[in-house]
Every structure is written in structure tokens, then in C-alpha cells.
């Protein structure tokens, strides 16, 4: 007998089908309704479609899952706060809910606020005496520390410390954001946070980067109360390859809500911060970004990775940090199925695709990052107008049949945005369509995870995760669609 029946719209992949038969947490049946009838039983539940479609559960390929909930559940959102006041309010408030916590607040803008001053170390020790407690203004480059705070902070009064402010830039802002240690139970709280909202946007897998052991432990306890409803394949942070090694953990090693894929690299930074390795000078600049970790180190850590069974994703965003990626797979002696992954390759050059393919790299990319691009936006401010058209070159990756896998990177988590940006992006020409879109942030997901013999598609044998959608995603625009219903193993983990 069945546990679940899904019936009464279409089911995606099996044109005629209406139903999909659920046991165990896994797809037993797809067929249509009637059929489906004698394999029910006194205890099988049946869920409705009501003619909306079903699809499979999304697979967002490079998140940060536990900053996902931190953000919801552990920072105070100041970025609302209309006044000074209203800010040190909210502090003072979860101050008060969480003692001997530290406090930290995100996203005041003094620009906005009657005030129009900043936050000072004093009106932190008055909102919050008792506790650590900082505050980052909302472009991440500032933040107001109280008094117990700014103990913490090593460096020397200067050009990135005002004690008598509490005003801390650049370096020291993240230098303080790392001592930062939510408890252990605010951790596990936090991932239950970023799993229930997962579930609300259709996010039913993730590829979880840079994991760090403290989360991999919080994702266990989530786990194992039952709290976390979202698989997570995670690719831990660089330095913990010598523990992995060590315990001779191999891809694949975990249950079906926490596995371990290998490790996350870096080759260097960002666009935004001009920190992404190109070969030409940012624009009306000199500096081209940087190389973090060049093609001899890399493929020295490739193959490691490789020798332990692992899986390596590499951060490459500009067209000179791909080329290192690539020099270092053709060193490291990457054969074309071995699968590794380069995060982001937001620049490549046509060129460098066809290595990609000919290597197997999977491209994982985030078409969320398509917000930043088009005329007067920040790629084409940084790069250029012509540089800004070929950023994240979807169409050309697909072309050249290299496997593509979607991801939100957290900016923001949903991939019914990224996938509107993706079918109507500002340069045409790398436009794609709703079925390729959903592709990758699907099969290609789970392909990129090796994942894509359980999840991904809505076949018998693989993992009951589903998402009901509104509507129609081939008449109705992303941005016009909601998700109605997320199932993860069968079970109903999000309902409108
Ligand atoms: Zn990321």
C-alpha cells in the first residue's frame, strides 16, 4: 500500500500522468489517477494538485546554509529601523531575550534615519550594558562596537580603529564578526530556521560551501531531533581536508540529510569588491583583483582531494582566477569524469568553456548574480559595458553541453528569482528557458552533488521531494509564482 498520493495536475517529466504513488519516503508510481487507485489503502494520504503542476523538489547548488538561518534567526535586521533610536531598540530587545549572548546588528543606514548620524560606541553601552553587542552599517564596511565589544578588538588605535567612537573599518570589522560564537543551541536554532524556510521557497537539497566543523555538528544535532527537512551535501571548508582524510571519510559518506561531497576552494574574490582576478584592469582602475591561490598550490590541493575520493568545487570568478582553475585541473591530471565543480565562473571567455567541457568540470553557477548586471548596474560600473555582457554566459555553457547546476549563494535564497533573471537577462543573447532553467536547478544540482541517481526527477525509486507550484511555469512568469506545497521524503514540510 501506498503512504501518499499526489494527484490531479501534471506531473513533470511524464507528459499524461496525473498521480505519483509515495512509500517509504520515495517514488514508488507515476501514472495517472485511477491506476493509482488499487495500490491505496486505509492510511494513504492523498494530496490534491487541483490542476497545478508538480515538480521536483528544488536543488540549490551553492549555499551557505547556516548563515541562511543565522541571518533570520541570530543577526538583529537593523536595515528596517526608521530611527537611531528604533535601532538601539531592537539591540537593547535582544539583548534582553538572549543575556550573556553577544548581540549583533546588520544593516543601519544613518542616511535614513532623522538623526542622520552615526551609531557610537556610548549608545551601544547604553542599549546594551552587559553584553558584547556591534552593530555593521548596512555596506559591510563599518561597524559601531559597545564598549565590551571593542575589548575583543587586538588592533591598535588607527585608521580602522576610533575607540573612542567605537567605530572599526575594513579588516577590523571582520576580525571582530570572527569572534563572534553564537552557542551551539543557537546554532542548531538556526539551522531548523534555514530548513523551514528552505521548505517555503521549494528548496528541498543544497549544496552546503565552506562548511565548517561547527556547522557540520550543528546540522547533525538539527538532524537528528528531527528539525533539519533539507538535504544538505556539503563541501567543507579547505582546512578541514586533513580531518576528513584523517577519519577517511569519501564522498558520498553521511545519511540522506547530511553528506559529505569534499571541499571548497577558493582562486579569488569578488566583482563587487574588485577583488575577482581578471586579465584586463577593472575599469578606469589599474588593478586587475588577485589570484588567492595559484595553479601549483591549487592542483597540489586537487590532488589530495582526488586521492582521498572527494570532490573539490573551486570559487573562480574572473576570466585570470578560471585560467589558474584550468592549468591546475590539467596539472593535477583531472580526467573528464571525474566531475569537480568551479563555483561561480561568472567571467570565462569562450575559449576557456570548451577546456571546462573537454575537463568535466560541472558549472555551477547563480543567476541571481544577473540583478547586478545590465546598464548602469554594478558588473558594468566595475567592468565595462562589454566585459558586464558576457558575465554569467549561460547560454554559451549550455551550448557547449557542459553540465550547468543553479544556485541562489544565499543572495537571496528562492530560485524562483535567479530562474526569472536567467530567462529575461539584460544581455539576450544568454537567455534560457523556463525547462533548462529548471534543469539546472534540479538534475544538474543533484548531478553536480552526484546526487542525481536519487534526486532531481520525479521517477520511481528516487526521493519523494516535490514542489507544488501555483502555476504554470511555462505560461506564468517566475516572479508571478509562488510555491504551494514542498514534500520532502513524502512528508509535507510546507504548505501555503
Ligand atoms: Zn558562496
Known amino acids: 500500500m501506498l503512504d501518499l498520493i499526489v494527484q490531479g495536475g501534471p506531473i513533470h517529466g511524464h507528459p ?64 528596517q529601523a526608521r530611527t537611531l533610536s528604533e535601532a538601539l531598540e531592537l539591540l537593547r530587545a535582544r539583548a534582553q531575550e538572549r543575556p550573556g549572548e553577544w548581540v549583533v546588528g546588520r544593516g543601519w543606514d544613518e542616511s535614513r534615519w532623522p538623526e542622520k548620524r552615526y551609531l557610537e560606541r556610548a549608545d551601544l553601552d547604553r542599549a546594551v550594558p552587559r553584553q558584547p553587542c556591534c552593530a555593521v552599517r548596512v555596506d559591510g564596511h563599518m561597524m559601531v562596537a559597545n564598549t565590551l565589544a571593542l575589548a575583543r578588538c587586538v588592533r591598535p588605535e588607527g585608521e580602522l580603529v576610533d575607540r573612542a567612537r567605537g567605530h572599526l573599518f575594513e579588516d577590523a570589522v571582520f576580525e571582530v564578526l570572527s569572534l563572534v560564537r553564537p552557542s551551539q543551541e543557537a546554532l542548531v536554532e ?15 537539497a543544497v549544496a552546503d560551501m565552506d562548511t565548517e566543523a561547527l556547522a557540520f555538528r550543528a546540522y547533525a544535532t538539527a538532524e537528528r531531533r528531527g528539525l533539519l527537512r533539507t538535504r544538505i551535501f556539503a563541501y ?8 576528513l582524510v584523517g577519519l577517511g571519510l569519501r564522498r558520498g559518506f553521511g545519511s540522506p540529510f547530511l553528506r559529505i561531497c569534499g571541499v571548497k576552494a577558493f582562486v579569488d574574490g569578488s566583482i563587487g569588491a574588485k577583488t575577482a582576478a581578471l586579465f584586463e584592469p577593472y575599469q578606469g582602475e589599474m588593478g586587475k583583483g588577485r589570484v588567492l591561490l595559484g595553479r ?12 582521498a575520493e572527494l570532490q573539490l568545487a573551486v570559487h573562480a570568478i574572473g576570466d585570470r582566477a578560471i585560467e589558474e582553475v584550468l592549468a591546475a585541473a590539467r596539472l593535477a591530471g583531472v580526467g573528464a569524469l571525474d566531475r569537480h565543480r568551479v563555483e561561480h565562473l561568472e567571467l570565462p571567455t569562450p575559449h576557456q568553456l570548451d577546456r571546462v567541457k573537454e575537463l568535466g568540470l560541472v558549472a555551477s553557477m547563480q543567476p541571481n548574480f544577473l540583478q547586478w548586471s545590465g546598464p548602469g548596474r554594478m558588473y558594468e560600473d566595475r567592468l565595462g559595458p562589454t566585459r558586464d555582457a558576457r558575465i554569467d554566459p549561460h547560454r554559451w555553457v549550455l551550448e557547449r553541453g557542459i553540465p550547468l547546476a543553479f544556485g541562489s549563494d544565499g543572495m537571496p535564497l528562492g530560485p524562483l528569482y535567479g530562474i526569472g533573471l536567467a530567462l529575461d537577462p539584460p544581455y ?25 541517481d536519487e534526486l532531481g526527477t520525479i521517477a520511481p525509486g528516487k526521493w519523494a521531494d516535490f514542489v507544488v507550484l501555483s502555476g504554470d511555469p511555462g505560461r506564468v512568469p517566475p516572479k508571478d509564482l509562488q510555491v504551494d506545497a514542498t514534500f520532502v521524503a513524502g512528508e509535507l514540510v510546507f504548505s501555503r
Open 190 to 204: 538556526a539551522v531548523a530556521a534555514a530548513s523551514r524556510y528552505a521548505a517555503s521557497l521549494g528548496v528541498t
Open 16 to 79: 499524461g500522468a496525473d498521480a505519483v504513488g509515495v512509500r517509504c519516503g520515495r517514488i514508488v508510481v507515476v501514472g495517472r489517477a485511477p491506476e493509482l487507485g488499487n495500490l491505496r489503502g486505509p492510511k494513504t494520504q492523498v494530496f490534491r494538485l487541483e490542476g497545478r503542476p508538480l515538480l521536483p523538489g528544488f536543488f540549490d547548488a551553492h549555499v551557505h546554509f547556516l548563515k541562511v538561518g543565522l541571518d533570520r534567526t541570530f543577526f538583529v535586521d537593523l536595515s
Open 428 to 452: 539576450y543573447p544568454q537567455r534560457v528557458t523556463w525547462e533548462e532553467a529548471l534543469q539546472a536547478y534540479t538534475q544538474g544540482a543533484a548531478f553536480a552533488a552526484f546526487a542525481e
Open 296 to 307: 601549483g598550490e591549487l592542483a597540489r590541493l586537487w590532488r589530495k582531494v582526488m586521492e
Open 236 to 243: 567543507g571548508k579547505a582546512d578541514l581536508l586533513p580531518q
